[in-house]
């Protein structure tokens, strides 16, 4: 919680580290509590699975990461070469998540700021302005998760 | 040169599970070998809708096609070998694009598949270890040999049915 001044009135103003990145040219944000880290594309294998956008492991050492398909969900196409790797922190465990390979920035943004939605979408829980534009605010602890 | 790898930490591991490493497809997958009745080169059997052997008849099936229908192995490659299989109850032959290893691995190096993996899949696959410095999928013996219309015996749905036990190490299923 921030405090500042305006126009001499004493106000309470609620700001919120996020991260924005982008997959296929969109851009995406989520809080930065829930980014464990980027890092270099790592190697995959294919899983076979029913799970939806969830069919491939990853690993960094000995660690095993399942890697969600954020850009299927969206039907989006990551041409950029090589793609990064989002450390999502999913609720089940750390996720994989391939991203553009522009490096995601920090941003400090108002919570007020954040238009939530009626929360049917555990994933895209709202909309945040960035650079005067809405891009879609997700919540990376609750990946794959269907519509309410 | 011998197939089988030692891939364990000790010089005598006390407990070690035998896997054969086949590729199916994009995917390398281990078979439990104490689930395998033998192995033929899959061109001496593509006209063939069963093999038999020793007395025992053995269903074919393509590996790659039971995990993903959009994908089938390579037809008629020299390196295609076909791995009859059983769990000592359910018999059934796959072929497979080719054969990479016979391992021994220590237990204690296969992780589960991660709690990500939500659907049919966490029936399929049994674990995952590093060989080779990549991963390989372990697939569970008693869901590969069980033909499919064979409904996996659980206790809130079969209540009274004795579970059938078997050196494969079948929980238990009944047909219906």
Known sequence: MLQSQTSGKKTVVSKQWVTVFSVGGRRFAAGMEEVSGIVQWPSVVPVPSQTPFVNAVAWRGKEVLPIFDLARQFHLIIESDPPLCLLAKHEDGIMAVRIDSDMPILQLVDRASIQLSDGADPVVVGKCTIDDQPIDFLCLSKLGKPLA | ?176
């Open chain 2, 1 to 176: 040169m011998s197939l089988l790898i030692h891939k364990s930490r000790s010089a005598a591991p006390k407990n070690v599970n035998q896997q054969l490493i086949v590729e199916c497809g994009p995917m390398r997958i281990s078979i439990p070998g104490k689930g395998i009745r033998g192995l033929l080169k899959t061109i001496e059997t593509t006209f063939q809708d069963t093999i038999t052997l020793l007395g025992e008849t053995y269903e074919k099936s393509d590996l790659a096609n039971r995990l993903d229908p959009t994908k089938t192995v390579a037809p008629f490659s020299s390196q295609g070998r076909t791995i009859l299989c059983s769990n000592g109850v359910w018999r059934k032959a796959y072929e497979v694009d080719r054969i990479i290893s016979l391992v021994e691995i220590d237990p204690s190096d296969i992780v589960p598949l991660p709690p990500h993996f939500r659907g049919a899949e966490r029936e399929w696959f049994a674990g995952l270890f590093f060989f080779e410095e990549a991963l390989v999928l372990i697939i569970n013996l008693d869901w590969l040999v069980t033909p499919t219309d064979v409904v996996p015996w659980r206790p809130e749905v079969g209540a009274g049915h004795a579970p059938l036990e078997s050196e494969g190490g079948l929980t238990s299923v009944f047909p219906v």
